[in-house]
């Protein structure tokens, strides 16, 4: 496969598509007419959440913001890889870049990197299948370009087909993917249309954050791009940090390792000194968000939300109870255990700042890249208070 430039890729991303859709594993049985009802009141939500996230926050979109905002797509878990990978091919561009520089001065370049594309397409491939079961939602920031759809199968299809690209990158979309919520309204056993929209309310305020507040989308671009730079593509040189963090490395608690082990997963292994402080950044920037949508769906919640706070206990214990010892070991090595951490440290930001200073104070943190909090401020809302808002 070749990218849009016609230089070697990276990644065979249709053959990361085609994997992660045979590994996928089915979503929860329903019937035609349940999928249908299901899809339609997601859609429904979604709207109806958009008014109540913006009257609780106060944050509204600009008219070009509203009028270039793609619109929700309800997608099935295999949807969910094909607008993934999608969003991956815009975001690493840059590395593909670097990597088409330093495989023209190989002679190698052409067999080698026709294996190692297709070997990290399956591998790509195995890693989307496992997270497309995982996810309820989702505020793609680095969505392609329109036309973002492809024509459905067949007329009667149910799910919304996002294409695979190569466009230039786009405004942004919101995903509900209506299995994986299915499957955990069930598992949870709460009132499922109670469940939608708060779902909902949690992923419009994403699209509301990035909407609302013109520059959040480049300033997160521009650090994920200068992250990648930063990626050294020498394979010794990969190989040395590894074995330097080889020693320092445990397992989970009774997953082969040892309490009080290095917390470090895959991703930081391999990062130099200038991606750690980029990725401190963006750390706290995204735990900023993940905390704020989560205040926003549990301060909406008890007017709109009869069951919220049953909703709310028994997700929390979900998350907290986390599943078998594989799926611990892979949410670990893949930097999920830290997503749940985002959650946690920034709702207590967010409501350790709206304690202080209101909502109307709080909203200071959306007036440029200078007034987000630092890693140290997400755990210290009075040192942003100090700083920012007073």
């Known amino acids: 496969m ?163 690209g190569p466009e230039g990158p786009g405004p942004g979309r919101l995903l509900l993917v209506a299995p994986n919520i299915v499957h955990v309204e069930r598992e949870l056993d709460v009132d499922p249309s109670d469940f939608r929209l708060w779902v909902c309310l949690h992923e419009e305020t994403h699209r509301t954050q990035f909407t609302a507040v013109p520059w959040l989308r480049d300033h997160i671009q521009s650090e994920v791009q200068a992250f990648l730079a930063e990626t050294d593509v020498d394979p010794g040189a990969l190989l040395e940090r590894l074995r330097d963090a080889a020693g320092s490395f445990g397992g989970l608690p009774g997953v082969g390792g040892r309490e009080g082990a290095s917390s470090s997963n895959l991703l930081e292994i391999v990062q130099s000194p200038a991606q750690r402080e980029i990725l401190g950044r963006l750390t706290a920037v995204m735990s900023l968000l993940e905390g704020h949508a989560d205040v926003v769906m549990d301060g909406v919640g008890p007017a709109v939300v009869p069951t919220v706070a049953e909703i709310r206990e028994k997700f929390q214990q979900r998350r907290d109870r986390g599943a078998n010892r594989l799926d611990l070991l892979l949410r670990r090595l893949l930097g999920m255990d830290a997503k749940l951490r985002q959650y946690q440290d920034g709702a207590v930001f967010v409501r350790g700042v709206v304690e202080r200073v209101g909502m109307e104070g709080f909203n200071r943190v959306w007036t440029s890249p200078n007034t987000l909090p630092t890693k140290e401020e997400i755990h210290d809302p009075a040192a942003w208070v100090a700083r920012v808002a007073r």
């Open 2 to 164: 070749t990218s849009a430039s016609g230089g070697a890729d990276m990644v065979d991303w249709n053959l990361a598509v085609a994997t992660a859709t045979r590994l996928v594993r089915p979503g929860p049985e329903v019937s035609r007419a349940e999928a249908a009802a299901v899809v339609a009141e997601l859609r429904r939500h979604a709207l109806e959440a958009e008014e109540h996230v913006r009257g609780f926050t106060g944050m509204r979109s600009s008219s070009l913001a509203r009028a270039t905002a793609t619109p929700v797509l309800v997608v099935d878990r295999p949807g969910w890889v094909r607008a993934n990978v999608a969003g991956f091919r815009t975001v690493v561009q840059p590395l593909v870049e670097k990597l088409q520089a330093r495989r023209a001065n190989s002679t190698t370049a052409g067999v080698f990197g026709a294996v190692g594309e297709k070997a990290t397409g399956i591998e790509v491939g195995a890693l989307l299948a496992f997270l497309a079961t995982k996810v309820l939602g989702q505020y793609e920031t680095f969505a392609p370009a329109e036309p973002s759809l492809e024509a459905p199968d067949s007329p009667a299809a149910l799910f919304d087909k996002p294409r695979l």
